[in-house]
Each structure stands twice: as structure tokens, then as C-alpha cells.
């Protein structure tokens, strides 16, 4: 069975009280009578009701004291108060709403028009107090998966850091030894006498270790960034002998293609820079390794050109031009371990590293880097950095 809703009626005045009693419960609500504020306030803590009528002059604390008393109460302060009273002014009607009052009603009142504001204020208290608990029920759920979902995300960071620390420490620990291998092998191809066969199983770990060093090495400096490890490091060099070491570096790994690797640099960079040598020399070697790679004959260009000028330097920009296989432009290349041809029996080798490094590194000393390519005629790869010049 449904329970009667409950209405607290304080009023000085018996007459009133008995009035409103009858009207009430006749209309089914349940009726607590109190003829004083004091009163009032007691009965409304024994038993909350859902609303309280109250009248505005009475003996000891008026209508405005009692409701204010009523709304410092925290199991109170939320039920509706209706002030009843003759005092029909503007200036009683906006003092009864500032101390807490939810609506005013003017004697003599309608019967009518009293039920339905009773009725009406009765509902909007439930459907104030349901939607409370509902919010109050999401707000736990939500709070809860807030929770679940902070100590996945602390796991899985957790998991990645291990990862790149274990990453970091496999990288640096076979990089010793992989070195002493390719130290070794050289000095057995250059200082020993070995036949033909010898030589070519030479050379086949020679390149074997520097393949594997290089992939290592590309592990190591991603997880140096990973742990903000990666810092720049300036100096003061020349970019012509940048240049140089690389056109000498890559001289061996074009003999056995019909390639041209040649240098254009503009004539006013032949002076001294401020910046980070060992960066630009490993982004200069990934895209060159690159084109090298897809490029089967015709041309590899180095061009370096000063683009832009600022107060202490230049933003110098270098390109690298192939006749090579070219590319879509639907490719991610700068794409951590991204494959051109991610198949099986790709005829390419190598991890898809290459080129997210030389990315993290422009990056890193403030530089951009990008590609422009038309499948089948070459690609030109090109990255700009800030460099200060010497005076």
C-alpha cells in the first residue's frame, strides 16, 4: 500500500490548524500540527515530512526564523516550504522566498489552488530527490570506472616502461658485443690471408653486423626518447665536412648499382655553425640509407640551401633526391616500423625504422621533415632545421 504523503503544519492559530487538518487529510495526506516554530522544528526532525505549510506571524520565532532554522538542518534543509500567510505585499513575498521558502500563498487561499500547489511542490521534491540518487548512482558508476580505468592506464604504462627499459637494455647490452664482432670480422678481412671463400663469408658478417647494429642502435634511441633520455647536443662544425662523411661513408654500399651520389651545396653555408653535428649526421644517413635502398641505378643528390633567416642564424634546408621507386602518397612513411611492402616476401628488407628516427631527431632540434614523391619516378626527401652562425 502507497504511503500517505506527510505535511507538517505550523501555525499559531487553532483555527487555521484545524481548517487545514481537515481539508488534508480528506485529500489523503498525513498531518502533523505544530503551533509554534520552536514546535515546528521538532516535530520535523522527529519524522521529516514532505512538506511543510507555514504561517508568518507567530509568537516567538516568526515564519522567516523558523525556516531558516529549518534549512540549516541537513536532513531538512531539502524539503519544500509553503508559506501561508495575509501579509500579501511584495516586500513578505520576496522575504519568504530569500529565507528559504519555495512558494506563497496569500490568505484567505482557495482550496483548490492550495491542493494543487501542495501536490505540485510534494511531486517536484520526488522527482528533485529520485534524480539526486540517480545522478548520485551515475556518478558512483562513473567514478568507479574512472577508477578501473586510471589502474589500467597505470598498468599499462607501467607494462610500456618495462618494455622500453628492457628494450633499452637488450639494445645496449648486444650493441658490446655486436661491435667486437664487426671489429673482428674487419680486422680478419683486412689483416688476414683468406681465400676467396674466406672473403666472402667475411664480408657477408661484416654486413650482417652492421645491419643488426643498426637496428639496435635505432631501438636504443627510441627508447631513449621514450624516457627523455634524447637531448641535443651543440657544437660548432662546418656542413661541408658533414657532407663529405656521408658521400664517404655510403661510397661502398653504391658499387654494386649503377648509382651516382653527388653533394650541392649552396656556396655562402661554407662557413661555421652552432648546432647539433651528431643529429644531422644520423637524419642525413637514414635518408640517405633510404634512397640508396629503393634506388636500383641513376642519381642520389645531396642538396643543402639557407631557405630563411632569423636574428643569430639560418633555417637551413637539405633535400635528398633519388631516381628511385617513388612512392603513394597514401604512405605513413615517418610511421614507426612501417613497410612500403609489409608482405611476407617483400623484396625490400630492414624494420621500418629508419625514417620514424630520422623524424625523432629533426624534432628533437627543432627541425621539420617531409617527402614529396611520384610513384615510379623517385622521391626527394627533405627536412629544415635552425642552426646559429659562428661570428
Known sequence: MKCKPIILVIDDSPVNLTLLHNMLEKNNFQVILANSGEQGLVLAKQNPPNIILLDIIMGGWDGYDTCRHIKREPTLNKIPVLFLSALGDTENKVKALQSGGIDYISKPFQREELLARVQTHIELANLRQNLEQEVASKTEKIK??????QLSYDKAEQASILKTEFLRNVSH????????????????????????????YAKSIINASKKLTDILTNMLNFAQQFKGELRSAASEFFLYEIIDNILQQFSSSIKNKKLLIEAVIDPTLYTAFYGDKEAINKILCKLVDNAIKFTEQGNITIQVNAIE?????????????????????EANLFDTFYQIDGSSTRRYDGM??????????????????????KLGQGSVFWFKIPLQLVR
Open 144 to 149: 568507479l570506472l574512472f577508477e578501473a580505468l
Open 173 to 200: 647490452e648486444f650493441l658490446t658485443p655486436m661491435n667486437i664482432v664487426l671489429g673482428m670480422s674487419e680486422m680478419l678481412l683486412e689483416e688476414t690471408d683468406l681465400t676467396d671463400e674466406q672473403h666472402s
Open 309 to 329: 633567416y632569423f636574428e643569430k642564424g639560418e633555417w637551413i634546408e637539405f633535400k635528398i633526391i633519388d631516381t628511385g621507386i617513388g612512392i603513394s602518397k
Open 352 to 373: 621500418g625504422m629508419g625514417l620514424a628516427v630520422a623524424k625523432m631527431f629533426t624534432e628533437t632540434i627543432g627541425g621539420k621533415i617531409g617527402v614529396e614523391s
